[in-house]
């Protein structure tokens, strides 16, 4: 069975976790479910910025063990090369799953909101 070790922040980058699990859509979901599990509401964990993918549970846990014990300087040279501008990688996650990110309620139909249209005087 495949397990994910990944590294997720809050918006600030302040706080850099780093955790394992065999489903990383259901763990991410699981994060926005309890914003305040590990931090504050300030430092909620939301941002997936780093994931492997491994094939065996016994290397997943030594690679688990192994960036657990990086200092912050290396798991930020782990995160630059694959993901510079530190975006959330879970909307390619949802993307590729099939999932919707946000479906829109308003979809087919034509725009409610009224034109605007710039006022010169």
């Not at 941002?47 to 690679?63: H, S």
């Not at 990688?89 to 710039?118: C, D, H, M, W």
Request: net charge positive; with cysteine.
């Amino acid at each position: 069975m495949k397990r994910f070790v990944y590294i997720i922040t809050d918006r600030n980058r302040k706080n850099l976790h780093v955790g394992m699990c065999t489903d990383l859509l259901k763990t991410l979901k699981f994060y926005g479910e309890m914003p305040t599990l590990f931090f504050d509401s300030a430092q909620q964990l939301n941002r997936l910025v780093y994931f492997e993918e491994i094939n065996t549970e016994e290397q997943a846990m030594e690679r688990f063990k192994q960036v657990s014990t990086f200092t912050r300087p290396q798991k930020e040279k782990m995160i630059r090369p694959v993901n510079p501008d530190w975006i959330d990688l879970t909307i390619g996650l949802n993307y590729e799953s099939g999932q919707k990110i946000r479906p829109s309620v308003f979809a087919g139909r034509p725009s409610i909101q009224p034109i605007r249209r710039a006022v010169t005087f």
